[in-house]
């Protein structure tokens, strides 16, 4: 069974400094990878994701994460963050040849300040 | 193009109530989801359908029943409420299987006394 590490409950930055949400997957086949995003009390929307080729996907908003096999991660950075950013970020995963279940981390809640 | 909508936002049960909660999507998505969000513990699949007519147990099915009479429409029931089910409730849908963006709607929130 696959499941998903986001080791980081939440992530303090100050506005325009760089910033990595940190992402580690367990799963025994391929997998799918996607980074989904909650502004407050708001329903999840896709930021990016991974399905096959290049490892390094990004979004419209200037966030990229990088697919490492070797490592299992999916990390998420983006190297200047706005105050907007504010949000809790999940990492979810799902195995290829599903019906498309997704598992999902526990959260990470990117707070920028001033 | 409302997308994923859920009815109703907010409600209070007693205990021992029931309660249904609907979904609806009108991107005619095949694949429908119901999650519950809870703190520290992400979100949690409770019940799937895979199209119209077809309904599948999750991760935690406990205590719930799902319908999937039409295919826009995807019903999530609380037969006899329980405190334990105070959470978000959230419904997504995706066109495609396993590599399928899914779209979400608002959320629901419960609690139940």
């Known amino acids: 069974a696959q499941s998903v590490t986001q080791l980081d409950s939440q992530v303090p930055v100050f506005e325009e400094a760089p910033v990595e949400l940190r992402c580690n997957y367990s799963s025994s086949v391929s997998v799918y990878l996607f980074w989904y995003v909650q502004y407050p009390n708001q329903g999840l929307q896709l930021l990016l994701k991974?399905?096959?080729?290049?490892?390094l996907v990004e979004s419209i908003n200037g966030f990229e994460a990088e697919f490492n096999k070797s490592q299992t991660s999916f990390h998420l950075r983006k190297p200047s963050v706005h105050i907007s950013d504010t949000a809790e970020y999940f990492c979810?995963?799902?195995?290829?040849?599903?019906?498309?279940?997704?598992?999902f981390g526990t959260g990470t809640r990117l707070q920028v300040t001033l | 193009n409302a997308g994923v909508t859920q009815t109703p936002k907010f409600r209070v049960l007693k205990t021992g109530q029931s309660m249904t909660l609907l979904c609806a999507q009108d991107m005619n998505h095949e694949y429908m989801y119901w999650y519950r969000q809870d703190p520290g513990m992400g979100l949690r699949l409770i019940h799937y359908?895979?199209?119209?007519?077809?309904?599948a147990k999750g991760e935690v099915p406990d205590g719930y029943n799902v319908s999937r009479l039409k295919k826009q429409n995807f019903l999530l029931g609380l037969e006899s409420a329980a405190p334990s089910q105070t959470s978000v409730y959230f419904c997504?849908?995706?066109?495609?299987?396993?590599?399928?963006?899914?779209?979400f709607g608002p959320g629901t929130r419960l609690l139940v006394l």
């Open positions: 997504a849908s995706s066109y495609i299987a396993a590599s399928g963006t899914q779209y």
């Open positions: 979810a995963v799902s195995e290829t040849g599903t019906a498309s279940k997704l598992t």
């Open positions: 991974y399905l096959s080729g290049s490892t």
């Open positions: 359908s895979v199209g119209e007519g077809t309904t």
